[in-house]
Each structure stands twice: as C-alpha cells, then as structure tokens.
C-alpha cells in the first residue's frame, strides 16, 4: 500500500501530522503555561510567559486557603489502599478459579463476566442509600468517609480482574505449586510463596489499572464525599473552578499538572516491577 | 507441623466467632429499626461463610469468600435494590420505611398548657455519662436516662463548699454552665419517659414535662395529632390532613410502574427523556464514528515505513490517553469558556468579535463541543488498536491488487477496511457502551447545560442517560426524586444488556469461553 513519497505527498503528510499534533498538545501547553504565568485570569494569559513565576503552586501548597494537599493526600490514600485490596482479593478468587475444579466454577466464572458489563455506577441511587443505612450502624463506613467509599470501589473492581489475573494464572504451570506441595507446603503456602512471585506483572498491571480508574473516578466519589477535607482530587478540582472560573485559571492550572503527578509517578514504579517480573525465570514445561 | 495446624485452626476459630459476632450485632440493630426482612441477611451470610469454612468439600470457595462478599453487597445488591426502588416513590420525604417514619412522628413532643416545669443541675462523670438532678413539684434523679423520685438529701449529692449547691454527685461532677452550652446539641436529644410523659430540656435552665404529640392508629392508618386533635391519613406515603397538611417525614411505597409509566407519558417528563435519550444515543454513536476515523486515518498515516519522525509523531498524538481525563476535560472547560477562553480569544483576534462562539451556553454549539472534546479524548485508543490490526493484514493482499490495477483509494476500501473492521467490529461496540455512559465527559465539561426550557425534570441539552440521573438523584430543585432516577437506571440497564448481548452474539464470546473456561 506504501511507496516512495513524491515532494509534494511529503508536504502533506507531515502537514496533516503537523496538524494532529498540535490538536492532541495544545490543552497541555496551554494548561502548563497556565499555571507559571503570572496572571491569574485565563483573559490575560500567554502562551509563552513573559515573567515565568512558580507563585500559583506556592499558593496552592502552603497558603491552605484551599485544601488541595488533602484532596491530593485523600487520592491517593484511597486509591492506594483500593488498588491494594483489589490486587489481593482478585488474587485470592482468581487462584481458586485457577487451580480448584468445584460445582459452580463455570457459572461464577460467567457470572462474573455478566456482573462486569454493567458499570457500577448505574446503581448510584442504591450506593447511595445503601451507604445511608450502612453508616447508621457503622459510622466509620458511612456517608462522607473514606472507608464506605473504598468498600464500594473494592465491589466494582472484582470482575474484570478476577478474569484477567486468571487468565495469568492459567499461563504458569503447576508444576513448582505441586512440587512444593509434596515438600509439605499448604496450597496457602504455595500460592503466596510460589506462584505470587511469579505473576508480578499481573499483580502490577491490575494495581495500576485500578489506581488509574479509581484516581480519575469523579461520579462516586462526589456522591459519596461531601465536605471539602473529604474529597478527593476530581471532586475538589470541579469545585475549585467552579465559581470565579476565569479568576482563578492559574491555581487550577496548576492543582492540575500537580494532580498529573502520581499518576506518571505509579506508571513509571510500575513499568520497572513490569520488566524485573517478565525477566524472571519460571519453570518452563 | 503440629503446632502451625493447631495455630492455623485457632486462627480460624476465632475469626468466624468475630464474624458472628458482627453479623448478631448488625442483625440486632436492623432488628431495633425495624428492617425485618434485611436483618436476616447478615445471620445468613455468617451461617454460610461459616459453613464454607469448616466443610472440606468446600474448600475451593474459601478462597472466593473475600471477593464475592464484595461482589454481593457493592454490586449485585445496588443493581436488585435498583429495580425494587424504581417501583418505589424513593426520594427526598420518602426515605424511611413506614415503620421507621411512624417511630420518629410518634417520638415528637409538644408542651401542654401548664406543663411542669424543673429547674435543674447537671453532673458529669469522667466517663462521660450525664446525670440530672430536677427540682419542680417533686424532685427527680435522671441516670441512664431513666428519671426516679428522689428524697434529699441523700448521700450521694455532696456541697463541698457549702454554697447550698451540690457540687458532686459520687465521682460526677457538676456542670458549670459553659460546660452545658457545650454539650448542648446532646442535651436537646434528651427525651425521658416519666409517668406518661417525656422530660425534655426546654431551655439553658429548665426541663419540662412534655406530651406526646402524635398518637397513631394501625387499624385505620391515622396519626392524630394531641395538641389540636387533627387527623392525618396515610396517602401516598405521607400522613395528609383533610385540608392537605402533611407530617413529614414521609415513607416510601410500592407505586408499580408508574415511573416508568411518566417517564414515557408524562408529558414534562417524557419529552425532556425522550429528548436526552436520543442525545445518549447520537452522542454514543458520534464519538465512535469520529474517534474510529481520525485515529485510523493516523494509523494509516503513521504506519507507513517511508514516514520519516514516525516515533516523535506516534508519542505525541497519544498524549491525551496518558493523562487522566478528568482533569483534561477540565482544562478544555477553561478554553471554551465563552469570555476568556483562549479559543474564543483567538477567534476574536483573527475574525472580529463577531466570531465569539457560544460554546457552552448554546444547546447545539454545546452538542458539539461534547463531541469535539471527546474526540480529542478518544481518538489515541483507536489508533493504537488500528495501528495493531493494520499490520495483521499481510502485504501480499496489497500486492496482487496493485499488479491487478487498483488505486490506492481502491485498495483502502476493498482491502484495508474490511479487514479492520473484522477484528475491531468488538472493540467499537465497547466504545459505543462506554460513551453511553461517559458521565465524567458530560458532567465536568457542560453539567448538562444549558437547560432545556419548560422541563419539570433537571434535563438538560447536553445530558445524556446517565447524568440526567445523577441529577435527578442529587440536584432536582424538586427534591431528589430517587425513585424515578432508579427507573432510568433500569432503561440503561436494559440498553447496555442488549449492546452486550449482540457484541456477545458477533464474536461468539460466551461460547468460546463456556468451552475453555
């Protein structure tokens, strides 16, 4: 389908990219140069700062006009300890879909594809009043906490990973669980001490998954988290600017490429346990 | 090996006792509030996870246990409650069983003429309980909430300094008054049953004999009021009085399908949703048909050997998948913003201030602008998977059709688009079921806005199923109506079923995976 480029088809591809370019990197110039200009206002900003300041970052951390660094630290608590729990509860039910034959196994493996169609966010009304009624027995896992907030995202994640993680399980082969198995381990044994040290990849692939979506998770998190020192990242960002807009372009612009951080932080942490897990010798059959 | 079997087994034991123990307690309260039917759920689960856990047959389950509870009470129970509340009346004044708001209307007090009036001290203990000493026509001690007759003195009351006041009660100590306007917001709960009538605080210095404001009859389902004699009937989960006062709160009652009966006839309500829904579908089908061109009119592009820089391109036109969208949607909020926008800026530098666009206060230019900023946010997966099916496809197919005579254009057509489509038919399905519901879009860039004039609903011209729910449940200027956002849900529900069940039926997953499983 490809041939040599004529003068003038060269001129239009790298035209047309040109283009795309600029389409796909405009928000984040414009957004970056934001947050060092020196105004405040987006009327009076340029593109190119003429007096880059670091003043609207400084501003945002310690001036605590705005909670941003608890809304920063309450993201990632939550989504740290979500992503967590997730890696070692799928973990757990992948394993026995894995390597246990059981009644019900074919059925709770569909089941669980079925669950996972309908995104849980559909069902914000019954959180809703099920988090009510949960925080008049249980204050602490009520409305407006951190724990009834993570309890709900630990029911979403369930069924898509569970698949994925199995899928992993089923590509390494029994033999070093069995083998430890007749030395005496306990299958707990051999799943925590043998084949968990195998499937890193895995386990660091769904805990960046799930950091990314619970991080960037707005729907829940508004309806669940009322007061400001609650919420997390995406709620309090939305209220940030939500008021002056214009006036206060620059401390959003710069909570924004703040936020961006740990995001590119997780990627880059889990990229490094990616390549030492793939690395790793497993047996081979 | 002995002792870690002996370990482990204790382990367990004791966990499951635990276990029992939160399940008696969460029962019991259910019970106390009056939730029969759920206070079984937790005595059930335990039995069961019990059972699991000391049957061996079962042992493969163990392993499922912590996951599928999850599963259970954050999924599958909100998606049942769903369909149950969508035939309830659900919302704000109808939260509460009936048994749950006749408790509370009941538990109201009024202040009958010549109602008894005590002055009081109080005393506190380093454990925190309270204790009342009144002094009226009698004289009574208040301790664990229970009020008694008492006969002064007694030698539990001590004057330390002989003030003629009591300064100690055994270890509590009295209360000075700042210490009681602290506690205030406590003490205004205070409701002692005491021959027939409760005993409230009724002001800094006094607590008062109070009656009972509300007296209920099952058999006729009417609550009369004491202080003026009114009677209130139950109608439609609210107590009404003939000339239509009502007590609130209110309770919720079965209504059948009357949401959805007004979601479809209703004419303020059914012509806002019809409206959003067919929105929810033109948006959905949009986005797909304009993320899947541009990026595989990049992939095409960048797929080329010849193409010089071909990495720094493909690096650059990801970007917008690497960085969360919510905070991107944000930032495309800031440069449409129709005053100081950049976009608008800029239109205006170079056109004249004619050329202002009214991005988010226009209902189509709105529409539009969803789909634009959508397109920026979705185009990068569509060219990472084109770029993957585009080199499955094998070069001889190009080939044999460039030696037959065909055109470039030709063979985009025949060749290249066919077999795209093929492996990637799937994956846009899943993309239209994803915009279906891409709430984050929606409500961080337009709220929904602008609103569609004369609706009785919050329904805006940009709202799609999903956010018309969100702010049916928690913005409605009209209460939250959760009952009929519940309904909505349910149509989604219904929709999704059907995209997946027809993305099922064209890859033949289900039957591929009932076999390997």
């Not at chain 1, 591809?13 to 947050?35: D, K, N, Q, T, Y």
């Not at chain 2, 100081?340 to 991005?359: D, E, K, T, Y």
């Not at chain 2, 946010?377 to 060219?383: A, E, F």
Request: with cysteine; net charge neutral.
């Amino acid at each position: 389908m490809y041939s040599r480029h004529t003068w003038v088809g060269s001129v239009l591809r790298h035209g047309l990219l040109l283009l795309a370019v600029a389409f796909a990197i405009f928000p984040f110039l414009w957004v970056v140069s934001a947050s060092f200009n020196v105004t405040e206002s987006m009327q009076f900003q340029q593109l190119i700062p003429p007096k880059p300041t670091l003043d609207h970052y400084k501003e945002l951390l310690t001036s605590g006009r705005y909670m941003y660094t608890t809304w920063l630290w309450n993201s990632v608590k939550v989504s740290l300890i979500t992503s967590t729990f997730v890696v070692a509860l799928t973990a757990l039910s992948a394993y026995s879909f894995s390597r246990f034959r059981f009644k019900g196994r074919r059925v709770g493996l569909l089941g669980l594809l079925l669950v996972q169609m309908f995104p849980q966010m559909l069902a914000i009304v019954s959180l809703y009043v099920l988090l009510l009624t949960m925080g008049d027995f249980f204050p602490f896992a009520g409305m407006n906490t951190h724990t009834g907030l993570i309890l709900i995202y630990l029911g979403g994640a369930m069924g898509f990973n569970t698949w994925l993680m199995k899928g992993y399980f089923d590509t390494i082969p029994r033999s070093l669980e069995e083998s430890a198995k007749v030395d005496g381990a306990t299958p707990f044994q051999a799943f925590t001490k043998i084949l968990l040290p195998l499937v890193r990849p895995i386990l660091a692939t769904i805990f960046v998954l799930t950091f990314i979506s619970i991080y960037s998770d707005f729907l829940i998190a508004s309806v669940v988290l009322q007061t400001a020192e609650q919420q997390t990242i995406p709620v309090g960002l939305r209220v940030l600017i939500s008021d002056q807009y214009g006036s206060r372009w620059a401390l959003f612009a710069a909570g924004a490429v703040i936020s961006a951080l740990p995001f590119l932080l997780v990627f880059i942490i889990a990229q490094k346990s990616l390549v030492s897990g793939l690395t790793r010798g497993g047996v081979k059959e | 090996m002995r002792d870690s079997f002996l370990l482990r087994h204790s382990v367990k034991i004791l966990g499951l006792g635990i276990l029992a123990a939160l399940a008696i307690y969460a029962s019991s309260s259910l019970l106390v509030s009056g939730s029969y039917v759920l206070a079984a759920l937790p005595i059930l689960a335990a039995g069961l996870i019990t059972y699991i856990f000391l049957s061996p047959r079962r042992y493969p389950i163990r392993w499922l246990v912590p996951g599928l509870l999850f599963l259970f009470v954050m999924v599958l129970y909100p998606i049942g409650y769903t369909f149950v509340g969508s035939l309830t009346d659900l919302g704000t004044g109808h939260m509460l069983s009936k048994e749950q708001a006749i408790e509370q209307i009941l538990g109201r007090t009024y202040t009958p003429p010549g109602a008894e009036r005590y002055a009081y001290l109080a005393f506190q203990g380093s454990s925190g309980d309270l204790v009342f000493l009144l002094a009226g026509r009698e004289t009574l001690l208040i301790t664990d909430g229970k009020a008694t007759p008492i006969a002064l003195p007694d030698e539990r009351f001590v004057d330390d300094d002989g003030d003629g006041r009591f300064d100690r009660y055994g270890d509590s100590r009295r209360l000075e008054t700042r210490e009681i306007i602290a506690l205030l917001p406590t003490l205004q709960k205070l409701a002692v049953p005491y021959a027939g009538l409760t005993l409230g605080l009724d002001s800094l210095t006094e607590f008062e004999a109070q009656a009972p404001k509300y007296a209920y009859d099952e058999a006729t389902e009417t609550m009369t009021d004491l202080e003026t004699g009114k009677a209130y009937t139950a109608i439609e989960g609210i107590f009404t009085s003939p000339n239509g006062e009502e007590i609130y709160p209110g309770y919720r009652v079965w209504i059948g399908l009357a949401n959805y009966v007004r979601l479809f006839t209703s004419t303020a309500i059914s012509g806002p949703f019809a409206r959003v829904f067919l929105w929810t579908v033109a948006f959905a089908l949009l986005s797909v048909l304009l993320t899947f061109a541009l990026g595989l009119g990049l992939a095409v592009l960048l797929n080329d050997p010849h193409l010089r820089a071909r990495t720094v391109y493909r690096v650059l036109v990801i970007l917008p998948y690497a960085i969360p969208s919510f905070m991107t949607i944000l930032v495309w909020r800031g440069m449409l913003n129709q005053n100081f926008g950049v976009i608008n800026q800029a239109l205006v530098s170079l056109f004249g201030a004619g050329a202002r666009v009214p991005w988010l206060a226009d209902a189509w230019v709105a529409k539009a602008a969803c789909i634009l900023v959508n397109l920026w946010l979705g185009y990068p997966y569509m060219m990472i998977v084109a770029l993957g099916a585009l080199q499955s496809i094998p070069h001889e197919l190009y080939e044999a059709s460039r030696v037959d005579g065909a055109s470039r254009w030709q063979q985009f057509r025949k060749i290249t688009l066919p077999m795209l489509l093929m492996p990637l038919a799937p994956l846009l399905v899943g993309s239209f079921a994803f915009n279906f519901n891409n709430f984050n879009l929606i409500y961080l860039l337009t709220g929904g806005t602008p609103p569609v004039p004369g609706a009785q609903t919050p329904a805006g011209a940009t709202d799609i199923l999903l956010s018309y729910t969100y702010r049916l449940s928690f913005e409605g200027d009209r209460g939250n109506q959760l009952g009929l956002a519940s309904a909505v849900s349910v149509i989604i529900f219904i929709v999704i079923a059907t995209i997946s069940a027809i993305n099922f039926r064209m890859t033949g997953t289900l039957e591929e995976l009932s076999k390997n499983v």
